[in-house]
């Protein structure tokens, strides 16, 4: 009870109690002692008066005798005596029993208590046995008024002898009634410090108690108050509260400024607020909305969904007049505050930025800025060319769709179409990088790396079909590409053909000082794919920072078309591989004494029986075998000792087969080793030989023997003699 | 909005619709040992999802029942769930419902569109209007459709019943 | 416990039947606002679920007779989110919450769960 009662004041009260408690003490203690002090006064002026009063006595008997032997008149004295022996007697027999005695200050009647004090009633004791003869001495004269000469005489006589003992008693009965009162003084004056003392370390505990409490109340409440305006002020949303009325109240975040642009916010009608920003129908729909919080029938989890501001539009007026569209969120929570108050905690998110950046998302593919990009790279690729590039690529990546498309749910299918549309791929971007489509193989470039990507992923969890999202997105942008091409192709109509074809047939000084005009111009009639490549090679060259020159030989005269696409995506790899691995820079050529231009070449003959040789070599630092070992062990394929005993021909037999690169970086053109692995596709389509012959720092050489005849189609069904893969030093 | 987010919005309603669907009524599956939920918070037990592919325009589409759901806003979509007779009575089996008749297989094929309707719309956000699901029991030629050029056709296999979600996604 | 289940689409009742069937000991169903309001009257539902555009009587409508009839009933609407203003309107006047539609089976249930334990917990 006296807990519940008090609470968290308890301490308060009981310190209260406790003061008053001592200061009541000291209050009845005082009224006590000073009424003990006050008695103890008259008994020392009685003592006093008592020692007056023997004295007197003394006096008066002298005065009885001295006047009787004159015979003269010695009533008075006699009354004198009289009246002061009675007193006396009065008085000591109060002091010895308690009674009531006439107060020698006042006058008036006042009880005093016996002496109980052992050494007050020793001096009484002594002073009662010497009165008890006073009172032998004296009793005769109080009979009558005549005072015979024996009576007189032997009283004066024992009052003489005496007088001065009753005195120096009741002198010493003053005394000690002085020393009793002094006594009683000290004990008042140490009580009264005590409980003063008491009470005022009470006093001070409780001041200091509350005053400390009230020091960390006021420091908390400070705190509160710093937080919540640090937490205002540096919030990145508006927020504010809403009461019952429906009222913004109390505090509000800075940022609630910034959005809505002013700094009337506290106290004002959130009705009138809105309706500066929002129309008068979305301002009422949002006050029935935000009343539904105060409602206690509401579930307020159940309410989000028909918050009519959400994504609002907000008309936000600048100081200058002019006018700002924002869009704004907000949302809505109930807290109860402590003094179980409900408010509506309102937080209002400027979203604009957000929507912007959506719709910009949209426009991200800007088609008009995308078609001048392409216009500048389509210009100069021959019409038919172009038509049949568009052809290839796009029965490519319907190849890859059907390679989806088909895949069983297996993770070892997956595997197997991965590796397949790998190499559909790499056939494309190369077509692409040949024919310097940069989008069209940036396109390309980013579906391999997703392909490798997923392939990461494979070897730590199992697949599933959700995984080849990415991939498929890719290949619909890719597609899309392809449609731009067209798109811009066909808007171009014949003035491709017609106005830019001697552009792209413009020859370079450079390739003057190979091959003779004549030459060029029949490589160009003859065979325009193969062309490209000398322009193609001076760009990659310069992509990668080294200097190269590419020779053709043998296709001055016309090839089989079938045969020439199967040899010319060889020469693209190779080629992609020379420049990426095999071709030192400048400086490198330099330092090993080689001419600083790297060469390149191509040739393709036959023997007119259907023999033909495909040799590409280049003159850069020849077969990296140390790479491909290395790679191998980083790839976990093989350990280090394993790799060390394979020889030359098994490593560039693991370089053909597994995707292998001996580039560290991967970029549009090399560095995923698809390539050779493309080209060991193509030999074997071809059923061909492969020998490879390298020297370190001298050269690498492909060459590439097999037989053909235009009505014969490649088959895939052989397999490829073993011995396809041949090396010589 | 990004493709890959709408396409993820689809796909996580159909795995939740699944996942659902052994929550409730799998009776077989009431005890889950953690490892296999933790696979489960990836991809349903049963729900296979295979390669996402395109679809060029102009297709013939379709199982025996479709849902289909449009979605605008500041994209326009259209989003299919197409199933088989086989697959639909599976499901309703698994409920057990006892009746297995066309209209009932029909209410189905529009409840699961309805779930991945309204998965996108908590997904998306108010900004979208998602329309109430349609059903169409025939098969369906995309170009009826202004569908996207190419659009992405998301097949599923449950309890060995192939089914398709086909997704076409535009900005408006 | 009872429900009611107020939709004029059948694809919807039986959902919601489905889904919230094991609750209930009682389901009830009313395919227009009018019904919903007789339905209510004779049955006295401690949970319904109201569709909000409904031929004859439309949900608003129906809600506040019911209000007015049993003002202790749960009303949950579950509607298309076509017009927000409306569905205001039908909270203040005495539905707990909305579920927009479309729905899905978790959604419906946590929505009515609560109430179920309001109701448990009287």
């Known amino acids: 009870m006296f807990s519940t009662l008090f609470g968290k004041y308890r301490f308060l009260v009981i310190s209260i109690a406790l003061f008053l408690i001592f200061d009541l003490g000291v209050l009845v203690l005082n009224f006590y002692t000073s009424g003990k002090i006050a008695e103890q006064t008259e008994l020392i002026n009685s003592a006093a008066r008592q020692r007056t009063l023997t004295q007197q006595m003394s006096k008066a008997t002298l005065y009885i005798k001295s006047q009787k032997l004159q015979l003269w008149v010695y009533q008075s004295g006699l009354d004198e005596l009289r009246d002061h022996y009675r007193t006396f ?61 024996d009576e007189i005489r032997p009283a004066s006589s024992f009052i ?13 009965l003053t005394e000690f009634f002085k020393a009793t009162s002094e006594r009683q003084t000290n004990l008042l004056r140490a009580a009264q410090v005590i409980g003063i003392t008491l009470a005022t370390i009470n006093f001070f505990i409780i001041l200091f108690h509350f005053l400390g409490q009230l020091r960390v109340r006021d420091q908390e409440i400070q705190l509160k108050q710093h937080e919540s305006d640090q937490i205002l002020s540096t919030i990145n949303e508006g927020v504010f509260l809403l009461d019952r009325n429906m009222v913004m109240s109390g505090q509000h975040s800075k940022q609630l400024e910034k959005i809505f642009l002013t700094r009337k916010v506290s106290g004002r009608k959130f009705e009138r607020f809105l309706a500066r920003y929002f129309p008068q129908k979305t301002v009422n729909t949002a006050l029935d909305f935000a009343k ?32 700002e569209t924002k869009y704004l969120d907000f949302s809505f929570a109930i807290l109860s505050q402590d003094d179980a108050r409900q408010v509506v905690l309102v937080t209002v998110r400027d979203v604009s930025a957000k929507i912007l950046l959506e719709a910009q998302d949209q426009l991200n593919a800007d088609e008009l800025e995308q078609q001048m990009a392409l216009l500048t790279q389509i210009l100069p690729i021959p019409r038919t060319d172009l038509a049949a590039f568009i052809d290839d690529s796009r029965s490519g990546l319907d190849r890859i769709n059907l390679l989806l498309k088909d895949t069983k749910q297996a993770s070892g299918s997956y595997e197997a179409m991965l590796i397949r549309i790998a190499r559909e791929t790499h056939k494309l971007k190369g077509n692409a990088s040949v024919l310097n489509f940069e989008m069209i193989a940036q396109g390309h470039h980013l579906f391999e790396n997703t392909i490798e990507e997923i392939s990461r992923q494979a070897k730590h969890r199992t697949l599933n079909g959700r995984d080849f999202l990415p991939l498929t997105m890719q290949l619909k942008q890719n597609f899309a590409s392809l449609n731009l091409i067209e798109g811009v192709r066909d808007k171009l109509g014949d003035y491709v053909d017609t106005s830019l074809n001697h552009v792209t047939r413009g020859t370079p000084d450079n390739r003057l000082e190979l091959s003779t005009k004549k030459s060029l111009d029949e490589l160009a009639e003859q065979n325009p794919k193969w062309f490209e490549l000398l322009a193609y090679t001076q760009k990659l060259a310069a992509q990668k920072g080294i200097a190269a020159r590419l020779n053709l030989r043998g296709l001055n005269t016309p090839l089989n078309s079938q045969l020439s696409s199967e040899l010319y995506l060889i020469a693209v790899q190779l080629l992609h591989n ?14 090993l004494k080689k001419p600083s231009l790297g060469e390149i070449s191509v040739s393709i003959s036959h023997d007119k029986r259907g023999n033909y040789r495909f040799l590409f070599e280049d003159d850069g630092r020849g077969f990296d075998y140390e790479r491909i070992r290395s790679e191998l062990v980083d790839r976990k394929l093989l350990d280090s000792r394993e790799a060390k005993a394979l020889g030359n021909t098994a490593l560039v037999r693991y370089a053909f087969k597994d995707a292998i690169s001996t580039q560290q970086n991967v970029d549009q053109t090399a560095g995923r080793g698809v390539g050779l692995a493309l080209v060991w596709q193509q030999v074997k389509a071809l059923n061909a030989k492969l020998k490879i012959r390298s020297v370190s720092n001298e050269f690498t050489q492909f060459i590439i023997d097999f037989s053909y005849s235009p009505s014969e189609t490649s088959s895939e069904i052989l397999d490829p003699p073993s011995e396809s893969v041949l090396l010589a030093s | 909005m990004s493709e890959r987010r709408y396409i993820d919005v689809f796909v996580d309603g159909l795995i939740s619709y699944f996942d659902h669907l052994n929550e409730s009524f799998g009776s077989s599956r009431s005890v889950i040992s953690s490892s296999e939920h933790a696979q489960r918070s990836t991809q349903s037990v049963d729900l296979e999802l295979g390669t996402p592919y395109l679809l060029k325009n102009e297709a013939t589409i379709g199982m025996d029942f479709t849902g289909m759901i449009t979605v605008s806003g500041s994209s326009v979509g259209t989003v299919f769930v197409s199933a088989p007779r086989a697959l639909l009575k599976r499901i309703l089996l698994s409920y057990g419902e006892a009746e297995l008749r066309d209209e009932l297989l029909r209410d189905l094929v529009g409840e699961i569109a309805n779930t991945l309707a309204g998965n996108a719309r908590r997904e998306l956000g108010a900004d979208f209007h998602i329309s109430i699901p349609r059903v169409i029991q025939a098969p369906l030629n995309t170009k009826d459709y202004r569908l996207d050029q190419h659009c992405y056709l998301l097949p599923f296999r449950w309890r060995s019943s192939k089914a398709e979600l086909i997704i076409s996604v535009k900005d408006s | 416990m009872k429900l009611m289940i107020v939709d004029d689409s059948l694809i919807i009742r039986n959902k919601i039947n489905r889904t919230l069937l094991s609750r209930f000991s ?65 909270l203040t006047l005495g539905a707990y919450g909305f579920l927009c539609k479309p729905f899905t089976e978790r959604e419906l249930s946590s929505a009515i769960e609560r109430i179920i334990d309001i109701e448990l917990c009287k």
């Open chain 3, 26 to 90: 009682k389901v009830c169903r009313a395919e227009n606002g009018q019904q919903a309001i007789d339905m209510a009257t004779a049955e006295r539902p401690n949970v319904v679920t109201m569709d909000l555009t409904m031929p004859e009587v439309d949900g608003v409508e129906a809600i506040e007779k019911i209000m007015a009839i049993a003002p202790e009933t749960h009303i949950l609407v579950i509607s298309a989110l076509a017009d927000k203003a409306t569905a205001i309107k039908a």
């Open chain 1, 160 to 172: 003489a002898a005496n007088n001065l003992k009753m005195f120096a008693l009741m002198d010493e």
């Open chain 1, 89 to 149: 007697g009065a008085a000591l027999q109060a002091f010895n029993q308690g009674g009531t005695i006439v107060s020698p200050s006042t006058g008036l009647p006042i009880s005093i208590s016996a002496v109980s004090d052992p050494e007050g009633v020793a001096i009484l004791s002594r002073a009662n046995s010497l009165w008890s003869e006073f009172e032998t001495a004296i009793e005769p004269l109080m009979i009558d008024t005549l005072v015979s000469d």
């Open chain 1, 578 to 591: 020379s420049l990426a691995h095999g071709l030192e820079s400048e400086e490198q050529r330099l330092e």
């Open chain 1, 292 to 323: 539904l919080y105060f409602r206690d029938h509401i579930d307020t989890a159940l309410i989000e969904d028909v918050n009519p501001l959400k994504r609002v539009e907000a008309v936000i007026t600048k100081k200058g007049g002019e006018t």
